[in-house]
């Protein structure tokens, strides 16, 4: 018996069930494992998963954290099944656009992957809800080689059962157009020298150039037209005066200086040094920074570096800026979970497929360096050496801020994160947004 849905969760979960969706950025042949089908059916499927010859097929469902269009997920599906015989590995894609509504549908259709690339936010909701097979076994054996035991809470539920195994982590912070900057005689603004942290009073300078300078480019789009990629937008509010968007009893909370940040927003926003995407998710937003639409980005990250890459200009790094110069950053965590599909032999085999592609000494480095973040093995070391870019990724570790993207009801709070946005730039009064916001994230 599944346990009951969060109610973020579980929306998500009747949206996806209800509403086709199409993707804008790889085509993925995962749609077609979305249409309805009966427990009965899903229960054959299990039966059906050892085919003629003893060999266990199983499905991945890949975002793009590799890149897009890169092949390397085939590529180590290859390594793997020539190295595995008695496994068939078929790797299905999908996209940050169109893929979650996808695997929502499937899940709710009972037709779900045996194996997710995500992560922890959704992996941790769904195994709180009983779709995922438990990983403790393989995060115990890995415990011991983590780079920080801080990555153990990003990887289990709130009684301590591991429903991610984690490959790679990295900061999120923003992306600079450098030669708009330039332009704009707005560099001047922005710390490049050390760990680049700036203050909140340099990045509205910053801003107000970029607006007087070039009255047709839009300096930078607050998103919240939904809730891809909302981290940075809440890494934004959070840092610009040192607030938390968990208060110290544990709840949720934007408190006085995330009310003082909404507020400046609203009058940067007014003032036109920045502008609200209203029907924008994070990806909508990168793609106008990658156009140059857009002088900044709020979602960078390594994959965003990736993906969203140019050569038509230089795109440069930096943290969050804060009041007192500080950041508290967010970042991401990589990693596998395993689907519930009533199969041992199809766990097993997933199971064995995930340890291949994070822990294998070939294919482990590899698929790190793949996603462009960090290892979260030791043994595994440097896998950047020279790379004076990377080196100053990896110490912004030491601006981490709390992790609590695996907090009870946050699947629930993202809807009412970037609706509360919406309000503050439509004029409602920030104090009163975040009042509501508050009680309505707490309510269950």
Not at 145 to 152: P, R
Not at 155 to 166: E, F, K, L, Q, S
Not at 257 to 279: P, R
């Amino acid at each position: 018996m599944k346990r009951i849905l969060s109610l973020g969760l579980a929306a998500a979960l009747a949206a996806g069930a209800l509403t086709g969706c199409g993707g804008n950025q790889q085509a993925s042949s995962a749609a077609d494992t979305t249409a309805a089908s009966s427990a009965g059916d899903t229960t054959a499927a299990a039966d059906s998963s050892v085919a003629a010859g003893g060999v266990t097929e199983i499905t991945w469902w890949a975002f793009p954290t590799f890149g897009v269009d890169t092949g390397y997920e085939q590529e180590v599906v290859d390594a793997f099944n020539a190295a595995h015989p008695d496994i068939k590995v078929k790797v299905e894609y999908i996209d940050f656009t169109s893929g979650p509504d996808k695997l929502t549908a499937a899940i709710t259709s009972g037709t779900a992957p045996d194996i997710l690339f995500d992560a922890p936010g959704r992996i941790i909701e769904f195994g709180e809800a009983g779709y995922l097979v438990p990983l403790d076994d393989m995060l115990d054996e890995l415990k011991s080689d983590l780079t920080s035991q801080s990555l153990v809470e990003t990887c289990v539920g709130a009684d301590g059962t591991a429903w991610m195994y984690p490959i790679s982590s990295a900061p999120f912070y923003m992306g600079l157009n450098k030669e708009a900057l330039e332009a704009a005689n707005a560099l001047q603004y922005v710390n490049l020298e050390g760990d680049r942290t700036w203050t909140t009073e340099n990045f509205v300078k910053m801003c107000e150039a970029l607006r007087d300078a070039a009255p047709t480019q839009v300096p930078g789009i607050v998103y919240c037209g939904g809730q891809g990629g909302d981290q940075g937008t809440r890494a934004l509010v959070n840092n610009l005066y040192s607030s938390s968007i968990v208060g110290e009893d544990g709840k949720w909370n934007i408190d006085a200086n995330g009310v003082k940040a909404l507020k400046l927003l609203k009058e940067m926003y007014d003032n036109k040094s920045l502008d609200a995407g209203f029907d924008m998710a994070a990806a909508d937003e990168l793609q106008k920074f990658q156009q140059e639409t857009c002088a900044m980005t709020f979602c960078y990250g390594t994959s965003a570096e990736l993906t969203y890459a140019s050569e038509d200009y230089t795109q440069i790094a930096v943290p969050f800026p804060s009041e007192d110069g500080t950041p508290s950053l967010e970042y991401l965590v990589n990693g596998f979970c395993v689907f519930d599909n009533k199969s041992e032999e199809r766990a097993n085999a997933a199971k064995e497929f995930v340890k291949f592609i994070c822990d294998d000494p070939e294919w482990g480095p590899k698929s790190v360096v793949k996603t462009n973040a960090f290892p979260v093995r030791t043994s595994f070391g440097d896998l950047y050496p020279g790379d004076e870019h990377k080196a100053m990724l990896a110490s912004w570790s030491q601006y981490y801020g709390p992790y609590y993207n695996t907090r009870a009801g946050f699947a629930a709070m993202r809807p009412l994160w970037f609706n509360m946005l919406q309000q503050v730039f439509n004029g409602t009064d920030p104090q009163a947004a975040a009042d509501e916001f508050n009680a309505s994230a707490n309510s269950n």
